[in-house]
């Protein structure tokens, strides 16, 4: 049997490709914009958030922190140096809590020393000194910087002595920020940074003495110049936890959870937003495709009346496909990269990420994959209503109706069409594919996978008995509907005109890209929360019972505040059992035991503010019961979890508390430094020491100083403006992403719906002219076209918009945001859907009203 | 080489069911020319499409050169069309998006084996040239008058040598000298490369040149005659293949 060689089989494709430059055009531009969506958004997003993460890295200094209280061994030590050897970066950084005083007054001050190497750190982030200088000039062996709280403290000023240990030393700049300081200890005491030999010059460094030691790492950057991944800093921490058993080690994302919080999530809605533009580019070459092979209709049973098989004919379509798939992947993934690159630059007003942007060839190739996949995928059922072309069609245009029970006439056109319904599980099996390859999120990849079956299946029944419906309204008002509304009706359901299809693109359309939107609104009013200006950025530390009420008037009288202070109570105690087994015999995971015999306890009758709980539940505000919530990261390391029991050490008191719940929180309250909850009854009678939190005017934090230190002396102040401005520009600007990153796939969402809309304007062609031939005129032709794509786009709408709430609401669950339905928006969207279907219906149709009708049918 | 059994075809539409074609049989020996004949409605063309095995019948059989086509699989169809029938249609139905060159190649693209791609370019030139359309290879159908277009159709169905030709009102949408003309080749065609050829017409002049005629009426067989003294060609018709 002589078969069709591939070679004439393109040669036969491109000669008819050749003479539809204008039709291909749409089916180019829907891949094209679907993959350059895919590309631009992945591409972009990756960079934005190397960048963001690089941000997020200066809040702890580094990659990676190992806090412990004890010197390393020798084989540990031989560990880190392979570590080093490796190309990642260590430093150590010392705090401890000594006396200074001015050699002129000998008043001693307590302070809270942190003694570094000024070349190396900080790895992220800078140091910012006043007036302004790089730490490595300021801070030598005989010199140290420090917080102007101390300068305060003990009428001091730059360049003016201070003794530290045995060691006298030149006051050199003024510390106005590090960047690390919401990951480093809240210790009382101003803020003292002395170099490495400054402190062994200083004879504090005896052994025994109380210091805590933090490691600090970088990995290196991979040479192509791409970011930091996530695995890399992920395996470091692996091998660093079995490297220090006794240490506590902690990423760079564990130091802001608001932040980091705010990156998964925008990860997640990106995810989405690639999905749902590779889905809505197929879905515009699958209309586009199947309105060509409609056309195509006649020289398909031309062929086969030549004597082509099936076979050859679905073969040379298939490269058609596969040509116009490639050269649309291709066009897409210049588009994307360009979109990528000019993001930066569009964006540069509101988020100030680096321009330099990696373009990953994994991405690239990715999308073009991915763009020439889908589409093949998604022309498969058009392709395959090939093997059903007769080409008796040359003699007879018959559609040849039957009056089966409805039952069997769903059977037979089941049993008809095996092929089509395979080809239809097949393009669900491979999107859930793509989907979960692509998503960065398996929650996005499964829930929108999940989504399309069910909404696809829906629409289709949807569309089925909405004709059906139609069809018996009008066969029983026929005669007393205007003659337009009729037409415009009843065009709907005639034999050949794609309104299934269309309802079922248009409905998938509406549904992915109100998705996007209602998703990303959740998302960003979240992160607008978390980014809320007047969170607490000054926090005050050791404020006693009886001053607490003194020092809360003051805040509140305060210039520069505008927002009550947050106050925590804190209970100094130990932790002395676990589940029964005494402090000593417990197994902790990256728990340094040392931690145990310091541990803070506060109180709270409700969860705290930025709190959440991640398992178990709150006590009610009347408990009295000995309970306690511990925070999740603790709990992991402790080895507790709901249920188990700590016994707490506290004065001369043992308190038994039942873990209730564990907790997680955001990083942006006085509170999130609490790690272990309890209800007051319970500590009731106990020493208490309190934090403070407020919200303080960046400028006036100096005045706050004085004021406190005037009235309350004993009270330390720990300003965290600059870093906390950090966490929250960060997140302001993943808000300006994500908002712009949904429009332009909202847009692209709906330039390939225009198209595919406009892609039915063939089949009107000869409709208008027949109709103009027998003397309609052209507002009659207009209005009947209105009703019938008016009446499309608001089923089309309807079941979109519906299912579009119902796959946020679930997807904003998993994601563990609220939802709240956007009526607004949703009849917005049902309007603009309606709108959409009849302004482009009639944008791509209007040329045909005009023309005389011989000319149109030359043309054809 | 033809042979119809009791051939029935109905379509249904709605509630009506509409017998097209009531039970017919005949055979065609190899080389004849038969015209069938009928007025219009009388089923002439859907019996074409069932000889040329383009649709399948209601009841009955048709047998091409001793296979039983009616009830093959599609794809087995389409062979027995590529290797054995040449069709000319009525409304040429040449692919608007080829040149003419291009749709004469196309069953010899669909049908044989890329070695001979060449022999089958060679061939499609020739016949182009031996319809007299020899500088007009490049030409799309919108280019062509409904003569010429109808001269490509031709030099279509005869580029893979079909043992038999089925035409479809062959001159039905021509003028009368561009259907003399087109006639007068097919006869030609017919005389010289030995096919058996099966022409659909109303028109009783056409039907002079056949070796016999069929006459149907509301779906049957009303005459099967011979025609003992068909009608020539005309000299300057004679063109070398």
């Known amino acids: 049997m002589a078969s069709l060689s591939y070679a004439s089989a393109i040669k036969i494709a491109a000669r008819e490709m050749r003479s539809s430059r204008g039709k291909f055009f749409f089916v180019i531009m829907s891949v094209a914009i679907g993959v350059a969506a895919l590309t631009g958004v992945r591409g972009f997003s990756s960079s934005f958030r190397g960048a963001l993460l690089t941000r997020a890295r200066s809040i702890m200094a580094g990659d990676l922190a190992a806090r412990m209280f004890q010197q390393v061994t020798p084989e540990q030590q031989k560990g880190l140096d392979q570590i080093a050897a490796e190309g990642v970066e260590i430093t150590p950084v010392t705090e401890l809590l000594s006396m200074a005083s001015s050699p002129k007054t000998l008043d001693p001050l307590l302070v809270s020393l942190k003694a570094v190497d000024p070349n190396k750190y900080p790895f992220y982030g800078k140091v910012d000194l006043e007036p302004a200088d790089r730490l490595q000039s300021q801070l030598g062996d005989d010199s140290v910087v420090v917080a102007d709280d101390l300068l305060i403290r003990l009428h001091l000023k730059v360049g003016d002595q201070l003794t530290v240990g045995s060691k006298i030393f030149r006051i050199a700049s003024v510390v106005t920020n590090e960047p690390d300081r919401l990951s480093g200890n809240f210790a009382a005491g101003p803020r003292v940074l002395i170099s490495r030999k400054g402190l062994a010059d200083s004879g504090l460094l005896a052994p025994g003495s109380h210091s805590g030691q933090r490691y600090l790492f970088k990995v290196p950057a991979p040479r192509n110049g791409a970011p930091i991944s996530e695995k890399a800093v992920a395996d470091l921490k692996l091998r660093l936890e079995k490297l220090l058993p006794e240490a506590q080690v902690t990423d760079y994302r564990e130091t802001n959870p608001a932040l980091t919080q705010g990156l998964d999530r925008a990860t997640s809605l990106l995810s989405l937003m690639s999905l749902v533009a590779l889905v809505l580019g197929a879905i515009g070459v699958a209309m586009a495709m199947r309105a060509h092979l409609q056309q195509r209709l006649d020289t398909i049973a031309i062929m086969k009346s030549l004597g082509a098989r099936s076979g050859q004919i679905i073969k040379i379509y298939v490269l058609q496909t596969l040509l116009l798939g490639v050269a649309g992947g291709l066009l897409g993934v210049a588009l994307g990269t360009g979109v990528q690159l000019a993001f930066p630059y569009l964006l540069a007003k509101f988020i100030n990420v680096p321009t330099e942007v990696h373009l990953q060839l994994r991405t690239i190739l990715t999308g073009l994959g991915a763009g020439v996949l889908t589409t093949l995928l998604f022309t498969l059922p058009p392709l395959l209503d090939i093997r059903g072309v007769r080409p008796i069609l040359i003699f007879r245009r018959a559609v040849e109706d039957n009056d089966d029970p409805f039952v069997t006439a769903i059977v037979r056109k089941i049993t008809k069409n095996y092929a089509q319904i395979g080809a239809g599980f097949l393009i669900l099996i491979g999107l859930a594919a793509i989907a979960t390859t692509l998503s960065d999120s398996a929650t996005v990849g499964k829930v929108f996978s999940l989504g399309l079956v069910v909404v696809l299946a829906v629409l289709l029944a949807a569309s089925a008995a909405v004709l059906a419906s139609l069809r018996f309204f009008l066969s029983r008002t026929r005669l007393h509907l205007p003659s337009s509304l009729r037409h415009g009706l009843a065009n709907l359901y005639r034999p050949g005109n794609p309104s299934s299809a269309l309802l079922a693109a248009v409905g998938m359309g509406v549904m992915q890209i109100m998705t996007v939107y209602l998703v990303q609104q959740a998302v960003v009013s979240e992160l607008h929360l978390a980014s809320a200006p007047d969170l607490p950025n000054v926090f005050l530390i050791d404020i006693t019972t009886a001053e607490i009420d003194g020092v809360s008037t003051l805040l509140t009288a305060q210039p520069g505040v505008t927002v009550a202070p947050e106050l925590l109570p804190v209970v100094t105690s130990r932790i002395i059992a676990i589940n029964g087994l005494p402090a000593s015999e417990v197994k902790l995971t990256n728990f340094p035991r040392r931690m145990l015999q310091s541990i803070n306890l506060t109180w709270s009758a409700t969860p705290p503010p930025g709190t959440k709980l991640a398992a178990g539940k709150w006590w009610s505000s009347e408990s009295i019961a000995p309970q306690v919530a511990v925070a999740k990261r603790q709990a992991d390391r402790l080895g507790v979890k709901v249920g188990s029991t700590i016994t707490f050490a506290a004065q001369d008191q043992q308190i038994v508390a039942t873990v209730a719940a564990l907790t997680e929180a955001d990083g942006q309250h006085a509170f999130s430094r609490a790690e272990f909850v309890l209800p007051q009854p319970v500590l009731a009678g106990l020493p208490v020491v309190w934090y403070g939190g407020v919200h303080v005017d960046p400028a006036k934090v100096e005045l706050l100083q004085r004021a406190l230190y005037k009235a309350y002396p004993t009270v330390t102040v720990i300003n965290v403006a600059a870093a906390l401005e950090t966490v929250r520009n960060v997140v302001i600007q993943i808000t300006y992403v994500i908002q712009f990153l949904s429009a332009f796939s909202i847009f692209a969402g709906i330039v390939i719906l225009a198209s595919s809309i406009a892609g039915t304007r063939y089949r009107r062609i000869r409709e208008v002219v027949v109709m103009k031939t027998l003397g309609a005129t052209r507002s009659r032709i207009a209005t009947v076209f209105s009703i019938e794509f008016a009446v499309l786009g608001l089923v089309a709408g309807l079941v979109g918009v519906f299912f579009a709430n119902l796959i946020a609401r679930i997807l904003l669950h998993r994601l563990d945001i609220v939802y709240h339905v956007q009526w607004l928006w949703t009849f917005a969207a049902l309007a603009g859907t309606a709108g959409l279907t009849v302004i482009t219906g009639w944008a791509a149709s209007h040329r045909i009203l005009g023309q005389k009708p011989l000319e149109v049918l030359r043309e054809e | ?241």
């Open chain 2, 1 to 241: 080489m033809i042979v119809v059994e009791g051939l029935r075809k109905s379509i249904r539409n709605g509630p009506r069911t509409v017998d097209i074609l009531k039970g017919i049989d005949f055979s065609v020996p190899k080389g004849e020319f038969v015209a069938i004949m009928g007025a219009s409605g009388s089923g002439k063309s859907t019996l074409l499409g069932l000889l040329a095995g383009l649709d399948t019948p209601s009841a009955g059989n048709v047998h091409l050169n001793g296979v039983a086509i009616s009830y093959l699989a599609e794809d087995k169809l389409a062979q027995v069309r590529g290797k054995t029938i040449g069709f000319v249609f009525q409304s040429y139905q040449l692919i608007p998006t080829l040149t003419a060159l291009e749709n004469v190649l196309l069953p010899h693209e669909l049908n044989s084996d890329s070695k001979e791609a060449s022999a089958g370019l060679a061939r499609s030139r020739d016949l182009l040239t031996s319809v007299g359309l020899g500088d007009r290879l490049d030409h799309y159908p919108v280019q062509l008058s409904g003569g010429e277009q109808q001269r490509v159709a031709l030099a279509r169905a005869f580029v893979l040598r079909p043992p038999i030709v089925l035409a479809d009102e062959p001159t039905g949408n021509l003028d009368s000298t561009n259907g003399a003309h087109v006639l007068e080749l097919l006869l030609h065609l017919n005389r010289t490369e030995g096919t058996t050829l099966v022409l659909v017409t109303h028109d009783p002049v056409l039907a002079t040149y056949a070796n016999r005629r069929i006459v149907l009426r509301d779906g049957l067989v009303v005459a099967d005659e011979v025609n003992p003294n068909p009608a020539g060609l005309a000299e300057s018709a004679a063109v070398a293949i």
